[in-house]
């Protein structure tokens, strides 16, 4: 919850005071695994400030490596690089219903 509570923060003083907190709490414990997490809060703990300025996700290039891939795994052995870069850009384009109302049914 107190991680949950820090990551919604937009001001990174308060956001780190957060963060620091639960720091404190795992280090507290003396649990190996709380500990773990101390030490991988501290080694992140730029990036995760820097998210209450900056809220980017990375889940569009997520999505994007995943199409890629897939592609690569489907169509395995393609001789030219170009075709692939070509069926790439294939499947990312947003699907296009010609006529979107033919397609729907009426009661």
Same mark, same amino acid.
């Given at each position: 919850?107190?991680?949950? %509570?820090?990551?919604? &923060? ?6 780190? /005071?957060? =963060? +620091? ?6 280090? #507290?414990?003396?649990?190996?695994? %709380?500990?773990?997490? &101390? ?6 703990? /730029?990036? =995760? +400030? ?6 980017? #996700? ?50």
């Amino acid at each position: 919850e107190s991680l949950t %509570l820090a990551y919604s &923060r937009n001001d990174e003083a308060r956001m780190s /005071e957060d =963060i +620091i907190s639960i720091m404190d709490t795992c280090k #507290s414990t003396k649990n190996e695994h %709380l500990m773990w997490f &101390r030490r991988l809060l501290d080694n992140h703990f /730029e990036g =995760i +400030i820097a998210h209450a300025t900056y809220d980017i #996700s990375a889940g569009k290039i997520e999505g994007i490596n995943n199409k890629i891939k897939t592609l690569r795994r489907q169509a395995y052995g393609y001789r030219d690089d170009e075709y692939f870069f070509l069926k790439l850009f294939d499947i990312s384009r947003k699907t296009y219903v010609r006529n979107p109302l033919s397609h729907k049914i009426c009661d």
